[in-house]
Nanobody, 116 residues
Framework: QVQLVQSGGGLVQAGGSLRLSCVAS????????MGWYRQAPGKQRELVAR???????NYGDSVKGRFTISRDKAKNTVYLQMNSLKPEDTAVYYC??????????WGQGTQVTVSS
């Protein structure tokens, strides 16, 4: 089992920056991929960014060039640096981890609100 605890988020003006953090605990050696998803009201959950154990990164099209995902294995932490935020980035952001066995784990969710 893996537990994920998120921090960061909040309210920011358009054009501003925020950083989200997610600390993993439990069976951390079983983790392969970590990442972030988001869900805005009335919309489906969508991929924001993901990073594999080898460091391969993938981003959702809407955040490419603005968001950066990073992973500190020593701290069991994944970060999401969000720059040039737009009102359409407003959503609940979820940290996720997938282990080598194919199980998925989710953080508690963090609200990010970008005002225009």
């Amino acid at each position: 089992q893996v537990q994920l605890v998120q921090s960061g988020g909040g309210l920011v003006q358009a054009g501003g920056s925020l950083r989200l953090s997610c600390v993993a605990s439990g069976s951390i050696f079983s983790i392969n991929v970590m990442g972030w998803y988001r869900q805005a009201p009335g919309k489906q959950r969508e991929l924001v960014a993901r990073i594999t154990s080898r460091g391969t990164r993938n981003y959702g099209d809407s955040v490419k060039g603005r968001f950066t995902i990073s992973r500190d294995k020593a701290k069991n932490t994944v970060y999401l640096q969000m720059n040039s935020l737009k009102p359409e980035d407003t959503a609940v952001y979820y940290c996720t981890a997938a282990d080598w066995g194919g199980d998925d784990y989710w953080g508690q969710g963090t609200q990010v609100t970008v005002s225009s």
